[in-house]
């Protein structure tokens, strides 16, 4: 274990608590420009203590059938005057690459439970118009929007795929088990898995343009299966999400299924579900559980904001550890030895609908620093666990909830999350090293006016060749945090660094204004040993540094 530093003073040394809204602003002005106070923070990584590899495809996505995600968000059609390749909007294809989006989850979520995949396919112009299952939200309703009623299923599984190929990703498929059977679950994997010319499913899909199989692995069964999914007790999921796995044809492609899991902490749900598939002695049958996991509750707003929600939204984000290691230790119970993987496949912030661009847009939120330093918490936690997260998705890839992107018609613009994505994609395919971090905690007093702490600096390392990439957020909102940072069993040539944060906290990109807030890069001189960095209030930062 890596000595630690003693931090006198850390109690004052953490951020003022912002219980005035005119202070609140002020801070929020300063973030990253105050001088630091007593800020006093050590990173130690520890190259000898590998942790795993870093899954690519925790920097997943998703996309669902909801308000602009897909009609408009995605796709905007052949015809459109919105540029596009072949109906797929292309400024999002041009910003997707160079994060490397490594899997994307299709087409629910709730909708998933709704939705007969054979209305997605065959000629665009034959196929039927359908109720949205969020055609009715209370969102909607309470906002006076007529709502997108109808799905007119322009985009179905072969434009999603097509999406997938454009932007380099592997496709992630959430089966029906509410209110579809069995015997469609298994005819959707013959249409995107069956060889050329061997069924007539493969002659429909040949049809549409797609000769060659899709090969798709991974086979979410259902969604949220103890909600919108099917209100089923964990038993009776078992025995439904057993029949639907049960004999699918595989067509040599390793199929991989993921369970419908848990809300958050319902570490009930994940305990009777593992129960019930070891008595069956059918675990074999799962590679991964999902687990989805909100920062909200909805109501705040996505860019009006006191210290008090800034906080409380970060500390909820960073219950995603204790989750992760709750539900991970109830697992073991009945696997082991761990067989069965993680897949966050939903998590991020969710506000009131008072932010968005288009009304249609249901949850279409902006966003700011505040979702970023969320974002980059969220996948350190993941990168620090990478021997237990196999998968995740961000909810959801643009016009909903935690954007990477808002659109709408022509327009189109970067949020900050998206910059954290791209700062964060070195972090893919690398070993996961053990990062003890040791940094005065947050305080700041709830709206009920009650002390509350949540833990200052986080962060997490990995090492690709002879490159250390070492992530770090400082939700303070107030204080730098002056840090040693040192490397057990190596020793550091160079350092760059970028940073993302915001001159005030409420910045957010526009259509008008889409460069408020953005990373900058420099290289850094070396000074001391071990280095020191001071990371500002209210920041994402990513360093990179070459070992010798
Ligand atoms: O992401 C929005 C919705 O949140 C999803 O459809 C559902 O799975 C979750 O409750």
Redesign the pocket.
């Known amino acids: 274990m890596a000595a630690r530093r003693d931090f006198l003073g850390a109690a004052l040394a953490g951020g003022a608590a912002l219980a005035s809204p005119t202070l609140a602003r002020a801070a929020g002005r300063l973030a990253g420009r105050t001088p630091s106070r007593l800020a006093d923070a050590r990173i130690d990584v520890l190259l000898d203590e590998p942790v795993g590899t870093i899954a690519p495809e925790i920097y997943g996505h ?1 996309v ?1 059938h ?1 308000g602009g995600v897909v009609y408009d968000g995605v796709w905007v059609g052949e015809r459109s005057s919105v540029p596009n390749i072949g109906g797929v909007r292309r400024a999002l294809v041009e910003a997707l690459r160079p994060i490397r989006p490594p899997v994307v989850r299709w087409p ?5 439970d709704s939705y007969d995949w054979r209305d997605g396919v065959g000629p665009r112009a034959q196929r039927p118009r359908r109720t949205n299952f ?1 055609a009715d939200a209370r969102e909607l309703r309470d906002a006076g929007v007529v709502p997108q009623r109808f799905d007119p299923n322009e985009f179905g599984t072969q434009e999603f795929m097509r999406f997938c190929r454009l932007v380099g990703a592997q496709p992630y498929l959430a089966a029906n088990v509410r209110s579809g059977d069995a015997r469609s679950f298994d005819a959707w994997v013959e249409f995107c898995n069956s060889p050329a010319g061997s069924t007539t499913l493969a002659d429909l899909r040949a049809a549409g343009g797609d000769a060659e199989p899709y090969g798709v692995r991974y086979w979410g069964i259902g ?2 299966s103890w ?3 099917g209100n089923f007790t964990p038993e009776e999921y078992a025995e439904e999400y057993r029949r639907f796995v049960a004999w699918v044809p595989e067509l040599g492609v390793d199929l991989r299924y993921i369970g419908a899991g848990p ?1 958050s902490g319902d570490v009930e749900w994940t305990r009777r579900f593992f129960e019930a598939m070891d008595e069956r002695r059918d675990l074999g049958h799962v590679w991964g559980w999902a687990l ?1 996991h ?1 920062s909200g509750p909805p109501g705040g707003d996505a860019i009006r904001f006191e210290a008090p929600d800034w906080y409380g939204l970060l500390a909820r984000a960073d219950e995603m550890e204790s989750l992760i290691t709750r539900h991970w230790q109830v697992m073991g119970q009945r696997d082991r030895p761990h067989r069965v993987k993680l897949v966050v496949d ?1 998590w ?1 912030a ?1 506000y009131a609908m008072t932010t968005n661009v288009n009304p249609v847009h249901l ?1 279409g939120e902006q966003s700011t620093i505040r979702d970023a330093v969320l974002a980059g918490l969220t996948l350190d936690t993941f990168n620090r666990h990478a021997d237990k997260v196999a998968m995740a998705a961000v ?2 890839l643009v016009n ?2 935690q954007s990477l992107f808002l659109a709408d018609g022509p327009r189109f613009v970067l949020l900050p999350v998206y910059h954290v994505f791209a700062m964060y994609a070195a972090h893919q395919g690398a070993q996961a090293l053990r990062t003890v971090v040791t940094s005065p905690e947050c305080r700041w007093t709830t709206a009920r006016n009650e002390p509350a702490t949540m833990r200052g600096l986080n962060g997490s390392a990995s090492l690709q060749g002879r490159t250390l990439t070492l992530t770090v957020t400082n939700p303070d909102l107030t204080a730098e945090r002056e840090t040693e940072i040192a490397v057990r069993g190596g020793t550091v040539r160079s350092v760059r660094a970028t940073t993302l944060t915001a001159r005030d906290v409420h910045d957010h990109n526009t259509f008008e204004a889409p460069h408020e807030v953005e990373p900058r890069s420099s290289d850094l001189p070396m000074s001391g040993a071990p280095p020191t960095y001071r990371f500002p209030a209210a920041s994402v930062t990513k360093l990179e540094l070459a070992l010798g």
């Open positions: 998703f669902e909801l629910g979520g709730c909708f998933a969020w969604n949220e909600g919108c999914g809300s989805h909100y939903e991020g969710w949850f909810a959801q909903c909830i």
